[in-house]
């Protein structure tokens, strides 16, 4: 029994790594623009799609495969941004239709996918990454260790992207305050669209990790936005570090909920997680951190602004 | 003259799921993604109760759907509906998610992903059926209509805009939230008893995320807070697919191409009208006014975000 738990545990961390990994580009985007990405699950489909389509039915292998998606999701991610967002921001649009222009790009994104590749589960050839290795009692499963190394991998990427490169200073500075960002010189559109090319980019790596063990589906872009969502929720308070953290707690908790109450409820488990947390700091606010620092701009602000 | 009345009917359902939804979304600004689930909540509570007694006829079935999910929406609203900013969206995703999953995994009591099928016959006259439908979507919209104009669609209105203005001024904002979820849970389960109940099949894919889009699509569409517009909404949008009958579409295309069809309103309303064809008067008003209507975006506080970077 400890075994079956300590195996779970093992799993989960790794299936979580891949939550955090796209959770933080998730998360990342929404700190810079403020608009919770709805097509975001859509980017993920797009890139995993384009990836299997490279490696799989045109037979170029896993690399190329990968660097196609990531085109793929970073052209669509910068798209986005470009003709829906930035132009519905400058407009002063309700923030509600913000978003529910990303719910109908993600419908129609999801339903191009479609009809272009079919409905049904698509599957990598095995690559015998799959195949689980024992260490002991420990089962590993290679592709699972992989998904985990390039989630610390990007998380070191990101942070190196955002403390040591001109465009991350000007995120970081987007981020904490926009206003005086423009007033220093940063371009927000600009910003907005790097953000949302790397985004888009994490989404796909995502994506094709995600995808070479469980195979391609166009109905796996409402899961993947939800737990990446909620990994960020969750991890918010203390960076792309935390949003890695929460996907991690998550794929634990799915893993080894899934023991106790049945695979069947694993995705469930994770969002019980979730309104749990939520609704736990709503009723008691002593639960949400406070913090200190940051100016009135910085407490009253909004999406950053764009130039008309 | 049969399928003419059958999509009539059917039409009539997604008006009263249309116009409940207004109430929450357009006009108390609560961005609702559970619609579907509580359609299916309805469907589920009709079909079982028409499957255990059958004799018990229409309204019972629907008035017990309708108290389940009062009573759960209560129950989730208490929980969640204090939940401020985009938060309250993803957690009205999960919401939707978990439900859907409780009508594939409860297996002995929902039919499992299979769902529930050969249910009984409640009411066999068609345009009987048709008539009693229209009526009801006749009393809802009616319903809703003077609950807009009413002090308690004034506090929705000045919730949706203000929250905390609206609070500071005496308002009981969470318990209107509530209470406005509570009617529009009820509402949509009523609408999903009335399809479970016509179609005499039902299946947890039949509630998924997508019909909750659709849903949020007509009351874009037609317009935010109006009723006129919801119904307006479920008319073009709910009638779409029969409209595509006489496209060169195959047939296994249809539901794409009408997803693509509301995705794409969806992405070009806001353009175009901001607030959906034929919007709230109060929404003209504003506009004629100069009112600020942007909802600022609840911050986590001072340097919220400087400390995500690190």
């Known amino acids: ?308 | 003259m049969d399928y003419v009345i059958l999509v009539i009917t059917v039409l009539a359902i997604y008006g009263i799921g249309a116009v409940a939804l207004n109430l929450a979304f357009g006009l108390g600004g609560i961005f609702v993604v559970t619609q579907a689930a509580f359609l299916g909540v309805g469907a589920y509570a009709a079909a079982l109760l028409a499957k255990a007694a059958p004799a018990w006829g229409f309204w019972p079935g629907l008035l017990i759907a309708a108290a389940v999910a009062a009573l759960l929406a209560w129950v989730i609203g208490i929980a969640t509906l204090r939940i401020r900013g985009d938060a309250f969206i993803v957690a009205s995703l999960a919401l939707q998610i978990v439900l859907v999953d409780v009508f594939v995994n409860l297996k002995d009591v929902t039919g499992g992903p299979y769902g529930l099928s050969k249910l009984p016959e409640v009411l066999p006259n068609r345009v009987l059926y048709l008539l009693l439908t229209v009526a009801i979507l006749a009393g809802v919209s009616l319903y809703a209509h003077r609950l807009t104009r009413s002090p308690m669609g004034r506090t929705l209105r000045a919730i949706r805009d203000d929250d905390s203005a609206a609070e500071m001024s005496g308002k009981d904002t969470v318990n209107t939230r509530v209470a406005v979820y509570m009617v529009t849970c009820a509402l949509a389960a009523v609408a999903g008893g009335l399809m479970g109940i016509l179609t005499k099949y039902i299946y947890p894919g039949s509630f998924g995320v997508d019909l909750s889009i659709l849903m949020i699509a007509m009351i874009i569409v037609g317009g935010l807070g109006n009723v006129w517009g919801a119904l307006l909404g479920a008319l073009l949008l709910g009638g779409l697919p029969e409209a595509l009958r006489f496209l060169p579409i195959p047939n296994d295309n249809v539901l794409t191409v009408q997803r693509i069809l509301y995705g794409s309103a969806l992405m070009l309303v806001p353009f175009w009208r901001p607030r959906g064809l034929f919007p709230d008067s109060y929404g003209r008003n504003a506009r004629v006014l100069g009112t600020a209507r942007e909802r600022p975006v609840p911050s986590d506080g001072p340097g919220s975000d400087e400390r995500a970077l690190r």
């Open chain 1, 1 to 308: 029994m400890a075994v079956m738990y300590l195996n779970a545990l093992v799993a989960g961390i790794m299936e979580g790594a891949l939550i955090g990994l796209v959770g933080m580009g998730f998360g990342l985007f929404y700190w810079v623009t403020r608009i919770f990405h709805l097509a975001y699950g859509a980017i993920f489909t797009v890139g995993a799609y384009v990836a299997f389509q490279v490696a799989v039915t045109w037979q170029m292998g896993v690399l190329a495969g990968l660097v196609a998606g990531s085109v793929a999701a970073a052209l669509l991610g910068v798209v986005i941004d470009a003709f829906l967002y930035q132009p519905l921001t400058r407009r002063g649009v309700d923030h509600h239709m913000l978003l529910v222009s990303g719910l109908g790009a993600n419908a129609v994104i999801i339903s191009v996918c479609i009809m272009i590749w079919g409905g049904l589960l698509k599957y990598y050839r095995s690559s015998g990454l799959e195949d689980p290795l024992e260490l002991g009692p420990i089962l590993i499963i290679p592709l699972q260790l992989l998904g985990l190394l390039c989630s610390l991998g990007v998380y070191g990427l990101l942070r190196w992207l955002l403390s040591a490169t001109m465009v991350g200073k000007s995120t970081r500075a987007l981020i904490a305050d926009p206003e005086v960002a423009v007033i220093i010189g940063v371009s927000p559109r600009t910003v907005r669209l790097v953000i949302a090319a790397v985004t888009a980019i994490v989404a796909a790596w995502g994506a094709i990790l995600r995808t070479i063990g469980v195979g391609v589906s166009p109905n796996m872009d409402l899961t993947v936005l939800i737990t990446a969502a909620t990994a960020a929720l969750l991890g918010r308070r203390n960076g792309l570090g935390s949003v890695l953290l929460a996907g991690i707690m998550l794929g634990i908790f799915q893993n080894v909920g899934s023991i106790l109450i049945g695979g069947e409820w694993k995705t469930s488990i994770a969002l019980i997680v979730l309104l749990v947390v939520l609704t736990m700091q709503t009723w008691f606010p002593i639960l949400r951190r406070t913090r200190t620092g940051g100016g009135q701009a910085a407490q009253a602000r909004t999406a950053p602004p764009l130039p008309q």
